[in-house]
């Protein structure tokens, strides 16, 4: 795999740096990229070519793209989109504010970088976008509504451009995991505590039993699966001759799927206010 690169968002733990560590060792050229410039340190001191991106910032995403490109002479096989955090709260309780930094990270970063390297995979020919949405991409769970609504955004936009390029040899592929054991829900609960006044919200006595949740040491929801899931599908997707549209990763994905294809609307609404 040493002709094919990959840029990855998100690496600094869990998934990101999982996959990146696994396609290094599978022979991909991994650039592997986190926000904070110390965790781009530790990715480099673990022998990893780490840049610095900041998924909220234009200039910091141009930076990072026009660096990647000049280090490989202007290739680049894939885009692995990972890098995205959660906000827990009720809907009400949400800001514009709030809302818009979800989607700042989750949804507007994604689109940037992913049409900033665009041009050079239809330059060459080739190429693989590859976005890690959620089972929460498909269906909604209560006191998740920022981070539902930025990925069920990239999960129609990503239909989108997968629509826009099918005349072409670059496929746009979504990854969908369930529970994935990760720091994800150490930095819900700090996005949590940074905007969310629960003692002021009329459901502050279930965002009391959340946040026990969140805080939580070890897997709270049953199937939650090693970040090493992910990497099987994104190297599944990578490697495909035609890849899927969508990998579902988690038991509780592939449960969801088929329940929201199967049941009335009202009867999968009283599932998931339990889930």
């Not at 819900?188 to 009329?202: G, H, L, M, P, W």
């Not at 199937?223 to 190297?235: D, G, N, R, W, Y």
């Not at 001759?241 to 449960?255: D, Q, S």
Request: aromatic share 8%.
């Amino acid at each position: 795999m040493t002709d094919r690169s990959i840029l990855i968002t998100g690496c600094s733990t869990g998934i990101g740096r999982c996959v990146a560590d696994g396609l290094a060792a599978r022979g991909y050229r991994v650039f592997a990229t986190a926000r904070k410039p110390e965790d781009v340190e530790r990715l480099q001191a673990a022998g990893l070519e780490s840049l610095q991106l900041d998924l909220r910032d234009s200039a910091s995403i141009a930076a990072a793209v026009d660096e990647v490109l000049a280090r490989t002479g202007g290739r680049l096989y894939a885009l692995f989109n990972n890098g995205a955090y959660g906000q827990p709260g009720a809907v009400e309780d949400l800001s514009r504010t709030v809302l818009r930094e979800q989607f700042e990270t989750n949804l507007f970063g994604w689109h940037d970088l992913t049409n900033r390297v665009l041009p050079a995979m239809r330059a060459q020919g080739h190429g693989r976008i590859i976005h890690n949405s959620s089972v929460l991409g498909f269906v909604a769970l209560p006191f998740r509504g920022a981070y539902v609504a930025s990925k069920y955004a990239l999960e129609g936009l990503t239909d989108t451009l997968r629509l826009e390029l099918r005349n072409t040899d670059i496929h746009a592929v979504l990854v969908e995991p369930g529970p994935i054991t990760s720091h994800f829900r150490a930095n819900a609960y700090a996005a949590f505590k940074r905007n969310i006044d629960s003692e002021a919200s009329v459901h502050r006595d279930c965002y009391r039993a959340m946040e026990r949740r969140l805080t939580t040491e070890g897997p709270v929801v049953p199937f939650t699966l090693p970040p090493e899931a992910v990497l099987k599908k994104v190297i599944t997707a990578l490697e495909s001759r035609r890849p899927r549209a969508r990998y579902y990763v988690t038991f509780p994905t592939f449960l969801f799927a088929t329940l929201k294809r199967l049941l009335p609307q009202r009867t999968l609404d009283r599932i998931l206010a339990r889930v």
